[in-house]
C-alpha cells in the first residue's frame, strides 16, 4: 500500500479553518431574531434600512448558499453607493471574499478583500481590516505563496494583539502552525497548535476547538497513531454536526475516511469520502471536491482497482488545474505516478513523477516532496537503475525524518529492503527489514483496541475456553468444600445458632475472596496470554511472509502463479478473520463504547443501497418508507450502519434478483425488514446464523464469500443499542430479517 504524506491531511483543513473565528469579525452587530422572516420584508423596506438586513443575510447564507450570499452582497453594495456605511460596506466585502475563497475564485476573492483592507484603513476601523488581513492570508495559502501568507497572518495577528483580541490572535495562530507544518516543520506547528488551543479552551469557543481538534489528530495521524487520530477527530464531528457546520462537516468527513483507509478498512474509508463529496459539491467547493477524488483515487489504488484510480485521479488533476490548485497539481501528479507503477508504465509514470516534484519543490513543500522522492525511486527501480532509486529512496528518508512522517519512513525501508534483496545484498535486506519492522511495529503497538491484539486465531479461542472451564470447575470445587463445612459445623455447632450464623458469614466471605482472587487472576493471565500471542504471531507470519516472497522470486514470469494467488489470497482471508474476529469480541465483550448522535435511518438506507447497487449491478434494490416522516435514531452511526451494511450485503449475496427494504415505525420504536428472493434460512437452522463462525451448508456456502461473522455481529451491535434482529421467512421466497431499534434509549445515553 501506497501511504499519502501529511500533505494529505493538511490541504483539507483550510475549510474548516477558514469558516472559524472570522464569523465573529465579519457578522453585523445587530442581532437578528429570526433572519428568514425579515427576508421576506426586504423589498418594503426603505433602501437605507435594507442595507443593514441584506448585510445580515449576506452573513446568513455565506456557509449554505454561497450563492444567494454573493447576491445579497452585489445589492448591499449598490445601496452603499447611494447611502454609505463604511463598517457594513467593510463586512460585506469580506463575506464575499470569503464565499470567493471557497468557490475557489481567488482573484474575485483578492479584489474584495483589496477594497475593504482600504476602506478599513481609512475608516480606521481595525475589526475590519484584521478581517481582511486574515482573508488575503488565506488567499495566499490556497495560491501555495506561503511565505506572503505567513507575513500576512503576522500582520493580521499584530492587530489582534493591538485589540488584546484572543480570539483573533488563536485563529491566525492556527493559520501559522497549518503553513509551518506544510514547510515540514513539525516541531513549530505543534508548539503553534498547542498554543491556539489552549487559548480556545479559555474562551470556549465551540467551533475553533473543533478545528484544534481535528489539527492534534492530524500530528498523531503523522505518527502513526490513527486510534488516538480517529479519537480527536470523532469530537471534532460532534462539534461540527451540532453546529451544522457543512464545510466543517466535509472536511472531518474526509479525514476520518483517510483514517480508516491508514487503518486497512478501505468500505468504511470509502463510505465516510463519498459523504465528504456529497458536501463539498452541495457547497460547490471545487478545491475540496478535488481533494476528495484523489482520495478516492487512493483508495480505489490500494484495492488494485486501476482504472478507477485513474479516472478519480484524472478528475482531480483536471479540476485542480482549473482552479488553479498548483499544490493539489504536484500531490495528484505524483499519485498518478504510482497508479502508472502498478500499471508497469515506467515512462508514463516517470513524465508524471517529474512534473509533480518540479512543482512541490518550486512551491517548497518539504512533506509532498518526501512523498514524491520516494516514488520516483520506485520509477527507477522499474526503469531498472538500482543504484538511482538506492540514493533517492535516501533522500526521501532522510526528508521524512525531517518531517517525522513514520509512514513514509516505513515505506522506505521496505523499499530498499525489496530492492537490496532482489540485488543479493542479505546484510543490507536485513537491516533495512529490521528498520522497517521496528517502525511498523511502533505504528501497530499505537493503534486502537481492534488492531492492538491483532489477533485471536482458533489456537487461542480454544485455550481461552479451556481457561473459563477450569476456573468453572475450580469454583464448583469451592462451592462442595463450603457446603461439607457448612453440615459439619450445623452437627457440632447446632445448639450456638447465633455464633454459627456469624461464622458461617465469615466463612462465606473468605471464601468469596478467594474466588475472586482466583477469577481476577485467571483474567490477567489470559489478558496476558492474548497479548503475548499476538505479538509472537507477528513474528512467525513475518518469516513465513519473507520466505514466501523468496520464493516468489525464484518463479520467472513464464510460470504458473496459482499458488502464489493461492497463498496470497489466504494471507488476505486470515487478516480480514483476525479484523472480523476482534470486532465481534469487543461487542460481546461490551469493551467499546457507543457514541450516541442522531441519525437518520431513511437518508442512511438510501447511502447503503446506492453502495450495494455498485456492487450488485445484476441485484435490484428498492426502499419502501414514508418520506415525509422523520425517522431519525439516536445510535451509534458507525456501528449502526455497519449493522445495516451487514445485512443488507448478506441479503444481496444470497438473493437471486430483488432486495427490499421496509422502514416504518411503531410507537416508540423503529422496525427495518430486509427480505430476499434466494433460497432462504431452514427454521431449524435460524438461530444458528447468529452464532459466529457458523455458515450453513447446501444454498449458503462459504463460495459465496464471508467468514460467518457479518450476522452476528449485526445482531451484537443491535442489541447493545436495545434492540432485536430475528429472521423469519419473506413473501418473496428468501430470508426475512426485522431489525427494531427503540427512538430513544435514556440507558444508553447514561453510559455515554
Known amino acids: 500500500m501506497r501511504l499519502k504524506p501529511i500533505a494529505l491531511l493538511l490541504l483539507t483543513i483550510l475549510i474548516s479553518l477558514t469558516l472559524v473565528g472570522i464569523a465573529a469579525r465579519i457578522a453585523p452587530p445587530e442581532a437578528r431574531a429570526d433572519i428568514r422572516e425579515q427576508e421576506t420584508q426586504l ?67 483578492q479584489q474584495r478583500t483589496d477594497e475593504s483592507k482600504q476602506l478599513a484603513k481609512t475608516g480606521g476601523d481595525l475589526r475590519g481590516l484584521f478581517t481582511a488581513h486574515t482573508m488575503q492570508g488565506i488567499i495566499y495559502w490556497r495560491k ?53 488551543f489552549n487559548i480556545q479552551k479559555e474562551l470556549g469557543d465551540e467551533k475553533s476547538i473543533a478545528v484544534s481538534l481535528n489539527n492534534i489528530a492530524n500530528m498523531y495521524g503523522t505518527s502513526g497513531n490513527y486510534s488516538l487520530a480517529l479519537d480527536y477527530q470523532l469530537q471534532s464531528r460532534k462539534i461540527r454536526e451540532e453546529l451544522n457546520d457543512l464545510p466543517g462537516l466535509a472536511q472531518i468527513l474526509g479525514n476520518i475516511g483517510l483514517t480508516y483507509f491508514y487503518l486497512k478498512d478501505s468500505e468504511q474509508a470509502l463510505s465516510y469520502l463519498q459523504r465528504s463529496l456529497g458536501y463539498y459539491e452541495s457547497l460547490k467547493d471545487q478545491q475540496g471536491i478535488a481533494e476528495i477524488h484523489g482520495n478516492l483515487g487512493m483508495v480505489h489504488l490500494h484495492e488494485h482497482q486501476l482504472e478507477s484510480a485513474l479516472l478519480q485521479y484524472q478528475e482531480a488533476l483536471s479540476l485542480a488545474k482549473a482552479i488553479p490548485d ?38 517548497g513543500i518539504v512533506s509532498i516532496g518526501a512523498y514524491g522522492l520516494l516514488t520516483l525511486a520506485k520509477v527507477e527501480k522499474l526503469r531498472g537503475n538500482s543504484q538511482r532509486a538506492l540514493a533517492l529512496s535516501a533522500k526521501a528518508l532522510d526528508s521524512s525524518r525531517q518531517l517525522q512522517d513514520k509512514r513514509i519512513i516505513r ?82 455447632l447446632g445448639g450456638l445458632s447465633v455464633l454459627f450464623i456469624i461464622i458461617l458469614l465469615l466463612v462465606n466471605r473468605h471464601h468469596q475472596r478467594k ?118 435514531l439516536k445510535a ?53 446464523v447468529f452464532e459466529p463462525f457458523v455458515r450453513l451448508d447446501q444454498s449458503r456456502c462459504r463460495d459465496s464469500g464471508g467468514i460467518g461473522l457479518g450476522l452476528a455481529l449485526a445482531k451484537k451491535i443491535c442489541e447493545a443499542h436495545g434492540g432485536t434482529l430475528t429472521i423469519s421467512s419473506s413473501h418473496l421466497g428468501g430470508a426475512k430479517l426485522s431489525l427494531t431499534c427503540p427512538v430513544s434509549c435514556k440507558a444508553l445515553e447514561n453510559k455515554q
Do not use: C
Open 144 to 196: 501555495a505563496d506561503y511565505q506572503t501568507a505567513l507575513k500576512t497572518f503576522e500582520q493580521a495577528q499584530e492587530i489582534a494583539r493591538q485589540e488584546n483580541d484572543l480570539r483573533g490572535i488563536a485563529n491566525t495562530t492556527n493559520y501559522m502552525a497549518i503553513i509551518y507544518q506544510t514547510l515540514g516543520q513539525p516541531e513549530k506547528a505543534l508548539d503553534y497548535f498547542m498554543r491556539a
Open 43 to 109: 423589498t418594503s423596506l426603505p433602501e437605507i434600512q435594507q442595507g443593514e438586513l441584506l448585510t445580515a443575510l449576506v452573513k446568513h447564507y455565506r456557509d449554505n448558499d454561497p450563492l444567494k450570499s454573493l447576491a445579497y452582497g452585489e445589492q448591499a453594495l449598490a445601496i452603499f453607493a447611494r447611502w454609505p456605511d463604511d463598517v457594513r460596506k467593510v463586512a460585506v466585502l469580506n463575506n464575499m471574499a470569503w464565499v470567493y475563497v471557497s468557490l475557489s475564485q481567488y482573484e474575485k476573492a
Open 411 to 492: 515505506d522506505a525501508h521496505e523499499f530498499r529492503y525489496l530492492l537490496y534483496k532482489s540485488q543479493g545484498q542479505a546484510a543490507q535486506a536485513l537491516e533495512s527489514l529490521e528498520a522497517f519492522k521496528q517502525v511498523n511495529d511502533e505504528m501497530f503497538n499505537s493503534e486502537s483496541d481492534q488492531r492492538l491484539a491483532f489477533l485471536l486465531s482458533h489456537f487461542e479461542a480454544e485455550q481461552q475456553e479451556q481457561q473459563i472451564k477450569l476456573l468453572q470447575a475450580d469454583q464448583a470445587l469451592q462451592k462442595t468444600q463450603l457446603a461439607q463445612h457448612t453440615y459439619q459445623r450445623n452437627v457440632w
Open 515 to 632: 474466588i475472586n482472587a482466583s477469577l481476577n487472576q485467571n483474567i490477567q493471565s489470559q489478558r496476558e496470554l492474548i497479548q503475548a500471542v499476538a505479538h509472537e504471531f507477528r513474528s512467525p507470519l513475518a518469516r513465513v511472509q519473507l520466505a514466501f516472497d523468496m520464493l516468489e522470486e525464484q518463479f520467472s514470469q513464464s510460470k504458473p502463479t496459482r499458488l502464489i494467488d493461492t497463498i496470497n489470497n489466504g494471507l488476505g482471508e486470515l487478516e480480514k478473520l483476525i479484523k472480523e474476529a476482534l470486532d465481534f469480541i469487543q461487542m460481546e465483550n461490551k469493551s467499546r463504547p457507543l457514541h450516541l448522535s442522531q441519525v437518520n435511518l431513511n437518508k442512511l438506507l438510501g447511502e447503503l443501497i446506492e453502495a450495494n447497487t455498485a456492487l450488485y449491478p445484476d441485484k435490484a434494490f428498492r426502499l419502501e418508507a414514508n418520506h415525509d416522516d422523520n425517522y431519525s
Open 326 to 363: 498548483t499544490a493539489l497539481e504536484a500531490r495528484i501528479n505524483i499519485d498518478l505516478a504510482n497508479a502508472y507503477i502498478e500499471l508497469d508504465d515506467p515512462e508514463q509514470a516517470f513524465k508524471q513523477i517529474t512534473t509533480g516534484l518540479e512543482q512541490a519543490n518550486r512551491l
Open 636 to 688: 451509534d452511526s458507525t456501528q449502526i450502519t455497519r449493522a445495516f451494511s451487514n445485512i443488507i450485503r448478506n441479503a444481496a449475496r444470497f438473493a437471486r434478483s430483488q432486495v427490499l427494504i421496509t422502514l416504518s415505525q411503531e410507537k416508540s420504536a423503529f422496525l427495518v425488514i430486509i427480505e430476499d428472493d434466494g433460497p432462504g434460512i431452514p427454521m431449524a437452522q435460524r438461530d444458528r
